[in-house]
């Protein structure tokens, strides 16, 4: 009886042991500051590494034979050989193309991104995933295997380009339409504006008017504005816009296509952009970017400061980097708990 009760021991050791790690790693991970995602990540792998080695150690501790444990040891590692194999194809390839893409920094949270068929603001990178807030607001997940696979663009924030493009007759001259679609992206508030003449089709001439724009935080809205003056501009100018299949024939009545101006025109009323509300959360994830960049700056000046204080032997300038130190200290912590009150705040608004 002591013999069987002896040769259970340490079987029931190893199983206490893994529950009280298992406890553990999920009590640490309920306070590791991180995105919600990489925290997830980070606790799986070490609670599969925890299974896997109390698994091994389990098996290798009973008291049972040790050709029977060979055997148990060989079916185990069959199903773990064959279970990475299987998966082994899109994980391996998620894994390494996130790393990649992270490694690389191709683009960052709040970034403006087109991938194949999808065009969003970034709002969180994993080792898996990217996850963007497209221009209707709603959300999607792409696997990181599928970016390494697409070109991404990524738009500049600052001095990114705008452009549309406008099909009008060859009875137009093109000094005229150059300067009314000029005109036109000027009031949109685009600067240094260009055009190009696309095609030369067999009814109508494609033009292409481009600019600038300082902010591209207001792209789509921007690029509606400016189609919106530019159909404003050419009909002001009595220029019909036309389409590559419309036929300028005149047969009846000679009606022009052009509608009528109004006469009193509203002031436009000064209301936040729609990309405010549409890619509300790509912006907080922006800002959190933000605050982390800045934190990392902080934390260079500090190590120059310390670094310059050694050497100081001025009392006064001792006592005056001193007070920098501190002063930085205290803006360090002030940031870091505005950045865990924002997840805090994401992640009650998640739940």
Do not use: C
């Amino acid at each position: 009886m002591n013999h069987i009760i002896e040769s259970l021991i340490k079987p029931t050791v190893v199983l206490i042991i893994l529950v009280i790690l298992l406890i553990f790693n999920s009590w640490i991970f309920k306070r590791f500051k991180s995105t919600k995602s990489n925290r997830n990540i980070i606790k799986g792998a070490i609670s599969l590494f925890i299974v896997l080695v109390s698994t091994l150690s389990f098996i290798l501790v009973l008291p049972i034979d040790k050709a029977l444990k060979g055997q148990i040891l060989g079916f185990l590692g069959i199903i773990i050989s064959a279970g990475i194999a299987l998966s082994s194809t899109t994980l391996l390839g998620n894994i390494i193309a996130g790393i990649m893409n992270n490694s690389m920094n191709r683009f960052r949270n709040g970034d403006l991104i087109k991938i194949g068929d999808f065009q969003g603001r970034v709002i969180e990178k994993s080792i898996f995933h990217t996850e963007i807030q497209l221009e209707d607001s709603n959300f999607i997940t792409i696997p990181n295997l599928y970016i390494a696979s697409y070109p991404v663009k990524l738009t500049r924030k600052t001095n990114t380009v705008i452009s549309t493009s406008v099909s009008l007759g060859y009875d137009i001259s093109r000094e005229k339409v150059e300067k009314t679609l000029k005109n036109a992206t000027n009031e949109t508030g685009l600067s240094d504006p260009y055009m190009y003449i696309t095609n030369l089709g067999d009814y109508s001439v494609a033009y292409k008017i481009h600019g600038f724009l300082e902010d591209s935080s207001k792209y789509f809205s921007t690029t509606s504005l400016l189609n919106a003056k530019v159909i404003d501009k050419l009909h002001a100018e009595n220029i019909e816009i036309v389409s590559p299949a419309f036929m300028n024939q005149r047969r009846i009545d000679n009606v022009e296509f052009i509608p009528k101006q109004i006469a009193s025109k509203t002031k436009a009323v000064n209301e936040k952009p729609p990309e405010d509300l549409i890619f509300d959360e790509a912006i907080k994830s922006e800002k959190l970017e933000t605050k982390k960049d800045y934190l990392k700056e902080i934390d260079k000046k500090q190590t120059a400061l310390k670094e310059k204080l050694k050497d100081l032997k001025d009392d006064k300038d001792i006592e005056k980097t001193k007070s920098r130190i501190k002063r930085n200290d205290e803006m360090q912590d002030q940031i870091k708990k505005n950045i865990e009150e924002q997840i805090k705040k994401n992640k009650d608004k998640a739940n």
